[in-house]
């Protein structure tokens, strides 16, 4: 199981526990990306490629029930990543998990030599925008038109650890 740093400072204490994905944890997060991200979603092969290759990178949120929400970035030899997926249950926004859940996966990448984190974001997802400008993320260009394939614009976010 990957050893994630204590709650970093700003983040509730109350929080469910955030730990290393487990092979467990798997079927319940593909279904919680499905619910998140419709046709633009994980499948359950995928997720298991995944955690084979990034499950260093592959953080949880559990509430000792249920998964609440997760955290997955695929890393590099060359010292880059990309955050792959960032989900936290409807019921369950708002509350510090997705910060929590990216500042414990930046402590990882920062500590196994990674220097440059890239994400991409949709551009109506303002409080996932929100969240990673207040992570020191950047906006790479402006929009990228049919990123993901028609319809699929995004907006690129840089951030250098």
Same mark, same amino acid.
């Given at each position: 199981?990957t050893?994630?740093?204590?709650?970093? #400072?700003?983040?509730?204490?109350?929080?469910?526990l955030?730990?290393?994905?487990?092979?467990?944890? /798997?079927?319940? +997060?593909?279904?919680? &990306?499905?619910?998140?991200?419709?046709r &633009?979603?994980?499948?359950? #092969?995928?997720?298991?490629q995944f @955690?084979? /290759?990034?499950? %260093?990178?592959?953080?949880v949120?559990?509430d000792?029930?249920?998964?609440?929400?997760?955290? /997955?970035?695929?890393?590099?030899? &060359?010292?880059r990543?990309c955050?792959?997926?960032?989900?936290?249950?409807?019921?369950r926004?708002? %509350?510090?998990?997705?910060?929590?859940?990216?500042?414990?996966?930046?402590d990882?990448? %920062?500590?196994?030599?990674?220097? +440059?984190?890239r994400?991409?974001?949709?551009?109506?997802?303002?409080?996932?925008?929100d969240?990673?400008?207040?992570? &020191?993320?950047?906006?790479?260009?402006?929009?990228?038109?049919?990123?993901?394939?028609?319809?699929?614009? %995004? @907006?690129?976010?840089?951030?250098? /650890?």
């Amino acid at each position: 199981m990957t050893a994630v740093p204590d709650a970093p #400072t700003g983040v509730p204490e109350d929080l469910p526990l955030m730990r290393g994905v487990e092979l467990s944890d /798997l079927e319940a +997060t593909t279904l919680l &990306d499905q619910a998140i991200f419709g046709r &633009d979603s994980y499948s359950y #092969t995928v997720m298991r490629q995944f @955690y084979d /290759l990034y499950s %260093r990178h592959f953080l949880v949120v559990d509430d000792g029930k249920d998964i609440q929400g997760y955290v /997955l970035a695929g890393t590099a030899v &060359d010292g880059r990543s990309c955050v792959l997926g960032l989900g936290i249950t409807q019921d369950r926004r708002k %509350r510090g998990l997705g910060r929590r859940l990216m500042l414990g996966v930046l402590d990882l990448l %920062r500590a196994d030599g990674v220097h +440059t984190v890239r994400l991409s974001v949709a551009p109506e997802n303002d409080t996932a925008i929100d969240l990673y400008k207040s992570l &020191d993320f950047t906006t790479e260009g402006g929009l990228q038109k049919d990123y993901f394939g028609p319809g699929g614009d %995004r @907006y690129v976010m840089l951030r250098r /650890l």
